[in-house]
């Protein structure tokens, strides 16, 4: 699990920024209801801080080299997972998607108590797999765009070539918020939770503080 | 399934295990940054029939396309729709080798086996078997857009000029007849039953920007190798030149 975490991390560091320089060329997609347009996303001040315009062929070299990395990477996880049991910690069950909108409730301090939780709380376990469909999803619908005329049943399946370009568009969109509230939450959580991420084990200590401190191998 | 495991450990044991862990973190991660910087600071290619790339991202594409080449089949079709579907407006993107006007005896000049040259006229082809095809056009930059084209399947142009001969061979270069735009297409894509030269948008003799007099629509490739206003067709074993290919694009764009 670790290994796999820091693996995608600047992965799909790259293969966003790559899209970035892909997306400069068209970018048409904007928010429009009822006729308003909300927002165009990415302002030209962006785009000039961060570097991107003119640069479509380069972005398309980096991103389909780090394409395969991130759907490998992305495969051994799952694999791993499979494999190991972790799942069981990981996918929801059926009180999953009630208890987890208690647990925001709770984070948000609208509530006092968080449901009981095992390794990890209802709402990580809707997060974490969330995270890993949007990851498949980012695959098939790269797949669809990437190769339309190979992958043709996909492509269709997905709405066609347009549409499977907007979805590919909105996930990572919508990684980008994962991102930002796992980063608070990460913070929150604290550096203990964080060592453990990095080594694979969490100090636990005992309740009489002079007994020596217990390490919780999760061996992932 | 493996379960957590508890041990006590000492204060020690916790603080040797935490610096193991952070300083593989550290290194592996200093890794990753110089292979990054690396990769990113790594130089252009030898410009050649390809250039503009970075050297390992272009032996990537090359990679990439040869593996896809050998797990794909060109027996797929690209989807099609009624012609009701298709833009009334056809976009138009880029005049490279169409800028100067066009020469009043245009002919289309096809390499022959020989080494000599066959000179088409537009009337000419025109009589051939017509093909039309209602289809996605890609552009490279991300649009897309329902066109319908009509004009003559490469196939059929292939077969009525005798060329057997020159289809045998791996790869076919298109130009315009300035030599201002030029593209390389592998076979396969090329022989691909929706491949056309076409010479119609929606029933109606090319507009000058969309490439009159005649034009390739390759629906299998991103617009970028649908050349406009072709000038000579060659056939080669090498790679012929292509324009986007020189300017750091992929060689196959294929879809």
Known sequence: MRWTHWVNFPVLTVMIWSGMLIYWADDEYSITLFGHRFFRFFPDWFYKELHIPHRLSEGMAFHFLFMWFFAINGFIYVLYTIFSGEWRYLLPNRHSFKEAWLVVLHDLHLRKTAPPQGKYNAAQRVAYTAIIIMGIGSVLTGLAIYKPVQFNWLCSLLGGYHLARIWHFALTIGYVLFFVIHIVQVILAGWNNFRSVVS????????????????????? | M??????????????????????????LGGLAVAGWEWLYKSGPENPGITAGAHKPLRRALNKTELFFRRVFSDNHFVKTYP???????VRQNGDLGIEAPLSNNWRLSVE?????????????????PKTEIVYDFKCIEGWDQIQHWGGVKFTDFINHYKLQDQ?????????????????????????HPQTILAYEVNDKPLPMENGYPLRLIIPVKYGIKSLKR??????????????????????????
């Open chain 1, 200 to 220: 694979g084990f969490e100090v636990v200590l005992h309740e009489d503080v002079s007994e020596p401190p217990i390490a919780q191998a999760d061996e992932n």
């Open chain 2, 2 to 27: 493996k379960t957590e495991q508890q041990k006590e450990l000492t204060d020690q044991q916790i603080k040797r295990r935490n610096f193991i862990s952070f300083t593989a973190f550290g290194v």
């Open chain 2, 83 to 89: 012609k009701s579907m298709a833009a009334e407006q």
């Open chain 2, 112 to 128: 022959q086996a020989s080494g000599q040259k066959l000179f088409i006229t537009f009337d000419e082809l025109k009589s051939l």
């Open chain 2, 167 to 191: 289809i045998r061979k791996q790869y076919v270069g298109f130009e315009t007849p300035d030599g201002g735009y030029y593209v390389g297409i592998d076979m396969p894509s090329a022989v």
């Open chain 2, 230 to 255: 072709i000038g000579s067709i060659t056939f080669s074993n090498n790679r012929p030149r292509d324009y986007w290919a020189e300017h750091g694009y992929d060689y196959y764009s294929g879809l």
